[in-house]
């Protein structure tokens, strides 16, 4: 049984921390939570902090190159830019979901309250494939810094509803994320199936065989697999420019007999 999937059927993702001041004086990204990934950082380079709130409060925590953490679902986590450098390899669980809208902004409770009103404040102006790279201007840019003000104008109030009343305080958000997410669940479980669970079900049915009587006829199959960048220009994200590959157009090559 042979495996194209990355590791452990995660994505990577390289991301460049917005720069762009925030309505409380920090510059980066905009708040938000996934519903059912963990996602995981590896600090490539620059300083700056990821502020969360989550079954723990309120925490900030600092960062730097060769910084490694992660965070479970649930968890709002907000990237703050503070060297103006900060550079980021993203490593999210369940490659596919976050991409089909694993993840919910931090907007004041009337816009979460409103599906139409947060998909409105949530969308980018699409981007012609093969453009040049948008600059501060663009329609685009202008978008993503107004969806992640919007983000960091809920952040501040939920954050401060935490700081007061604890934890509990995230429960309406919980509530309001899995109101907006759930027309898409049904099909997230599609993309898990063919990527999460069937990887690790080929891992217990490798394991059965070795177990049962050393069976290493799956490692006849080895392969070395590459992936090519996504085409285009890095897109805006919700925390930054992201640089993507494209894991769905793997090549598998062949590994020679030794």
Not at 106 to 112: A, I, K, N, Y
Request: charged residues 20%; neutral net charge; hydrophobic residues 40%.
């Amino acid at each position: 049984m042979n495996t194209s999937a990355f590791p452990g059927a995660t994505a990577v993702t390289h991301l460049r921390v917005y720069d762009w001041e925030s309505p409380d004086g920090q510059r980066g990204g905009s708040p938000h939570l996934h519903t059912v990934s963990a996602e995981g950082y590896v600090v490539l380079g620059g300083t700056g902090a990821l502020e969360t709130l989550g079954a723990h409060g309120y925490a900030r925590t600092e960062l730097e190159r060769g910084t490694l953490l992660w965070f479970t679902p649930g968890t709002v986590h907000r990237l703050v830019n503070t060297g103006g450098d900060l550079e980021i390899l993203v490593i999210m669980q369940n490659a596919g979901l976050p991409e089909a809208g694993d993840a919910v902004l931090t907007f004041p409770e009337d816009v979460l309250a409103d599906p139409a009103r947060y998909a409105a404040a949530s969308a980018l102006p699409a981007t012609a494939p093969g453009s040049p790279p948008d600059g501060p201007d663009s329609p685009t840019a202008r978008a993503a810094r107004r969806r992640r003000d919007l983000a960091v104008e809920g952040y501040l109030a939920l954050r401060a509803r935490i700081l007061a009343e604890g934890p509990q305080a995230l429960r309406p958000l919980h509530e309001a994320a899995a109101r907006l997410v759930a027309p898409r669940a049904k099909d997230w479980r599609t993309l898990w199936q063919h990527g999460a669970a069937q990887e690790s079900r080929r891992t217990s049915i490798e394991l059965t065989r070795l177990a049962d009587g050393a069976d290493a006829a799956h490692l006849s199959h080895g392969t070395l697999h590459a992936a090519p960048r996504t085409a285009g220009p890095p897109r805006y994200g919700m925390c930054g420019r992201l640089e993507t590959w494209n894991l769905g157009a793997a090549r598998a090559y062949p590994l020679p007999l030794t």
